[in-house]
């Protein structure tokens, strides 16, 4: 009895909304662990950064068609660079996995990368240490975007992570690092989320433990100082547009001023007054070759547009027929006569001819193809009539006196000689 009671109830029980299906959509999103900007007087390129490098960098484009697109890459020099090749030198930047949809291939994977792309997903992933001698070494980094739509919502997600991120030969030591931003469309609104948590900051041997997300440490910018490193904190933002979302992670930011570094660690004397005077003076700058280095730890961001699917109307839908006039009520006469002007308010119903069987029905000896069987019962009348008469005229004509000597009356009879 319970088990019947329980099972009652289910059927009962109203059936979950459902969301509307989707039909266009625009989805991205983008990851990179480690992002370095470079700002030097040796290449001669009129803007701001003059180099660029990310580190486990990864990106997905999917939209409706559908047409999907996504890359990986352990070192990416930007889209200047990683795409212009081709146009430039005639190859592609080699440091780099790509997969698309329809054209392909549909996934490619090479050492620490992996690019997949299909119809409805498309996602990217990244991971391997990188190591650039006095720099920065990152060990443990990982880079994952992804886009993909079903039937009742359109997502994006980016997320980076980083164990240990050591920069200046050490000097400054980042530990725990995540970003995440994730951006959702049900084609009706848009939601999303943006965090980041960082674990530890070590600077010249000295721990700086993180204990809110909101502010850097007490502390840790005064201990940055003396080095010419200014520190931005992360900021993560939603921003939504009626079906459209984007999310978004700013990444710790860290300024370094190389040329006030190297005084502060006394290289200055030594690199321009000892050296420089033993270079020929062509190779002088190359003592100075950066002005400032900017190093992003984690930079996320995933945005997802998506439009609800217009119902289907049937084409042989039938159009609306207008009302019928209500019955009259009672001691209220007849119908109006054909002519007489319209009744306020009554619409008079259409006329309808009616359409004539497409079976054949069985028919009786009195049917003929257009005539009444009435009328032709009529004109058989007729002419039995008239046979009638014209024969008793005739009769009356030829016989209807006898003969005085006595031979026979009538039309005689032609076939007997």
């Not at 290449?43 to 180099?51: D, K, Y």
């Not at 440091?95 to 549909?106: E, F, I, T």
């Not at 041997?205 to 502390?219: H, L, M, T, Y």
């Amino acid at each position: 009895m319970r088990y019947a009671l329980v099972v009652l109830l289910i059927l009962l029980s109203p059936a979950p909304a459902r969301a509307a299906d989707i039909g266009g959509f625009t989805l991205s999103a983008r990851a990179a662990p480690v992002s370095v900007l470079l700002h030097t007087d040796l290449i001669p390129v009129p803007a701001e950064p003059q180099g660029e490098v990310h580190l486990s960098y990864t990106q997905t484009e999917l939209g409706s068609g559908p047409i999907g697109r996504s890359l990986a890459s352990s070192l990416w020099p930007g889209a200047a660079v990683g795409t212009g090749l081709p146009q430039l030198l005639g190859f592609a930047y080699p440091v780099q996995a790509n997969a698309s949809h329809p054209g392909g291939p549909a996934d490619e994977s090479k050492s620490g990368m992996r690019a997949s792309a299909g119809a409805s997903k498309a996602e990217s992933s990244a991971g391997a240490k990188q190591e650039v001698p006095f720099l920065l070494t990152a060990d443990g980094l990982s880079s994952n975007s992804a886009s993909s739509v079903s039937g009742t919502e359109a997502r994006s997600t980016a997320v980076t992570s980083a164990q240990t991120l050591s920069l200046l030969a050490g000097m400054v030591v980042l530990s725990g690092v995540r970003f995440e931003s994730v951006a959702v469309s049900d084609g009706s609104k848009g939601s999303g989320t943006s965090t980041f948590s960082v674990a530890e900051f070590t600077v010249l041997g000295q721990k700086f433990p993180v204990k809110s997300p909101a502010a850097p440490p007490d502390g840790l910018l005064k201990a940055l100082e003396p080095l010419g490193i200014t520190l931005t904190w992360p900021t993560s933002s939603t921003k939504l547009e009626g079906t459209a979302a984007t999310s978004r992670s700013t990444g710790l930011t860290l300024t370094v001023d190389v040329l006030a570094l190297r005084t502060k660690l006394g290289l200055g004397g030594i690199l321009d007054g000892v050296v420089a005077p033993l270079l020929p003076k062509e190779l002088v700058p190359l003592l100075n070759p950066l002005r400032k280095m900017v190093v992003i730890v984690g930079d996320t961001e995933a945005v997802a547009n998506a439009s609800a699917a217009a119902p289907l109307t049937p084409p042989d839908a039938p159009a609306p027929q207008a009302p019928l006039a209500p019955p009259p009520a009672a001691g209220a006469g007849q119908s109006p006569l054909p002519g007489s002007p319209p009744v306020a308010g009554v619409v008079p119903p259409k006329t309808v001819t009616p359409v004539a069987s497409a079976r054949a029905k069985p028919r009786s000896l009195l049917d003929f193809p257009g005539v009444p069987a009435l009328l032709v019962l009529a004109g058989l009348g007729v002419a039995a009539a008239g046979a009638f008469g014209m024969k008793s005229f005739g009769a009356f004509l030829l016989g209807g006196a006898p003969c005085p000597s006595g031979h026979p009356t009538g039309v005689p009879d032609l076939r007997n000689g």
